[in-house]
């Protein structure tokens, strides 16, 4: 009986005889990472809105171009109609009446005669897009627009139909679509018995 109990103390005390009997020890290490696994990729920060816009080739800015006029959300354009010929006079930032709470007013302000004004502007609250033009000349004013809106998570473009402005007054234009940006064509202005839609 003594025998086996000095065998079992000896066998404890004794190191084992192969490597694979030792404890195994492990510690962690950093694998390098499996080729198009998730640790692979690295997160990236999701780019603004305004680096989405140029990586899709539009360039986010209120402008003027020749005689076509970009005016982005939440901004506004005034232009100078002389002889025919379109100047930017002015971009601000602001709010229209129509895309705030009810009865709060513009938080530009009025356009100098002799200008026309174009401001978009939306609502996430009335799922709306506003374009509200102020008209400082004496006759009214025609134009045609174009819509930059984001659909499906894509850019899409379409023509707009929209109505004259008579001189000396405000005009409002309204979509569902949420509109990053219109583009107005053929600003002029026309015989206050010319005033169509279009």
């Known amino acids: ?50 680096e989405a816009l140029i990586a899709a080739g539009f360039d986010p800015h209120t402008k003027l171009v020749g005689d076509t006029a970009q005016v982005m959300s939440g901004q506004r354009a005034t232009l100078n109609v002389a002889d025919g010929k379109l100047s930017l006079e002015a971009v601000e930032t602001g709010h229209v009446d129509m895309a705030l709470p009810d009865g709060t007013p513009d938080t530009y302000k009025p356009v100098e005669p002799g200008k026309v004004a174009f401001a978009v502007d939306g609502s996430a609250a009335k799922k709306q897009s506003f374009l509200k033009i102020w008209n400082g000349l004496p006759h009214a004013v025609s134009y045609e627009a174009e819509l930059t809106a984001i659909r499906s998570g894509k850019l899409a473009k379409r023509k707009a139909h929209v109505c004259a402005v008579p001189g000396g007054s405000t005009n409002y234009e309204m979509w569902a679509d949420p509109i990053i940006a219109v583009t107005l064509s053929k600003v002029a202005e026309v015989a206050d018995d010319k005033i169509t839609c279009k």
């Open 1 to 50: 009986m003594i025998r086996p109990l000095i065998l079992s103390a000896a066998l404890a005390l004794a190191h084992p005889a192969f490597a694979q009997d030792a404890p195994v020890k492990t510690t962690p290490a950093a694998a390098p990472p499996l080729a198009g696994g998730p640790a692979a990729a690295r997160p990236t920060k999701p780019p603004t809105l305004v």
